[in-house]
């Protein structure tokens, strides 16, 4: 075992959908810097060609819209066509409408789950084909602390980041034996344009950041080492499992600092 370059991903090709910005431009430059060549793809074609572009030789942008099978499909068959093989794939886009559920209509319930689950589960159909027929490689998907815990307003996003979990867990399950890993990364709040409408609102972003163990939102860049991590061989025997990256949000019980003398 060469311990110091368990986390290189040198010869290895990476498809980043959301790659655009946000946590998913982070993994693709996180990705690369380990070596990996990262075919950037976003829905919006000029973010992509942004991140690839800041990336270098070692990286370019694709265009993938995850509302459409067969965009995701043509993505992952030409990356293979053309690179011979597809070893790590991460999808992080999704979207969230802010609602109670007795106020939610049934086009916002459509919208969220076509993103938000059924997306993510085009990337792991697709994606996991490819690699059960080369016998090999990792499946990242992003769920969320929704996953576990929620609040007023979240009751759909979340069921599509619970959902998220067990797809991954059920796909980690039937590609096990095909030695293709799958697991999901779980973050806390993260500073991203999804979450732009909080930040505009200093009570609501100063209550969030109390929440984590740090006072504070996670920054994008701060999810490329758990990417990497997965992506890697240092996690070579991990698949099935949820990775969460949220500052301590889920292991502190509220915001009450009792005495302790």
Same mark, same amino acid.
């Given at each position: 075992?060469?311990?110091?370059?368990?986390?290189?991903?040198?010869?290895?090709?990476?498809?980043?959908?959301?790659?655009?910005?946000?946590?998913?431009?982070?993994?693709?430059?996180?990705?690369?810097?380990?070596?990996?060549?990262?075919?950037?793809?976003?829905?919006?074609?000029?973010?992509?060609?942004?991140?690839?572009?800041?990336?270098?030789?070692?990286?370019?942008?694709?265009?993938?819209? +995850?509302?459409?099978?067969?965009?995701?499909?043509?993505?992952?068959?030409?990356?293979?066509?053309?690179?011979?093989?597809?070893?790590?794939?991460?999808?992080?886009?999704?979207?969230?409408?802010?609602?109670?559920?007795?106020?939610?209509?049934?086009?916002?319930?459509?919208? +969220?789950?076509?993103?938000?689950?059924?997306?993510?589960?085009?990337?792991?159909?697709?994606?996991?084909?490819?690699?059960?027929?080369?016998?090999?490689?990792?499946?990242?998907?992003?769920?969320?602390?929704?996953?576990?815990?929620?609040?007023?307003?979240?009751?759909?996003?979340?069921?599509?980041?619970?959902?998220?979990?067990?797809?991954?867990?059920?796909?980690?399950?039937?590609?096990?034996?095909?030695?293709?890993?799958?697991?999901?990364?779980?973050?806390?709040?993260?500073?991203?344009?999804?979450?732009?409408?909080?930040?505009?609102?200093?009570?609501?972003?100063?209550?969030?950041?109390?929440?984590?163990?740090?006072?504070?939102?996670?920054?994008?860049?701060?999810?490329?080492?758990?990417?990497?991590?997965?992506?890697?061989?240092?996690?070579?025997?991990?698949?099935?499992?949820?990775?969460?990256?949220?500052?301590?949000?889920?292991?502190?019980?509220?915001?009450?600092?009792?005495?302790?003398?």
């Amino acid at each position: 075992m060469n311990y110091e370059k368990l986390f290189r991903l040198d010869g290895r090709v990476a498809v980043v959908i959301g790659a655009g910005s946000g946590i998913g431009q982070a993994a693709a430059k996180g990705l690369a810097a380990h070596g990996a060549f990262v075919v950037c793809a976003d829905a919006k074609i000029e973010l992509a060609q942004t991140t690839a572009g800041e990336i270098g030789a070692n990286a370019e942008a694709r265009v993938a819209d +995850v509302t459409d099978s067969e965009s995701v499909r043509n993505l992952f068959q030409s990356v293979k066509s053309e690179r011979g093989r597809v070893d790590v794939a991460v999808v992080t886009p999704a979207i969230n409408v802010r609602k109670p559920i007795l106020d939610y209509a049934d086009e916002e319930f459509d919208r +969220v789950i076509e993103v938000s689950l059924k997306g993510t589960f085009r990337v792991l159909r697709e994606a996991g084909r490819v690699m059960a027929e080369q016998g090999s490689g990792s499946v990242i998907a992003f769920s969320s602390i929704r996953s576990l815990v929620v609040e007023p307003g979240q009751g759909i996003y979340a069921a599509t980041k619970s959902g998220i979990v067990q797809m991954v867990r059920a796909l980690a399950a039937e590609l096990g034996p095909r030695g293709v890993r799958v697991n999901a990364i779980a973050p806390g709040v993260v500073d991203t344009p999804l979450t732009r409408p909080i930040k505009d609102r200093p009570d609501w972003y100063q209550a969030y950041a109390a929440k984590s163990a740090f006072n504070r939102w996670a920054r994008a860049d701060e999810l490329a080492g758990p990417v990497v991590y997965l992506a890697s061989d240092a996690s070579s025997y991990v698949t099935g499992s949820v990775l969460f990256v949220d500052g301590g949000w889920t292991a502190v019980d509220g915001r009450f600092d009792p005495p302790l003398s």
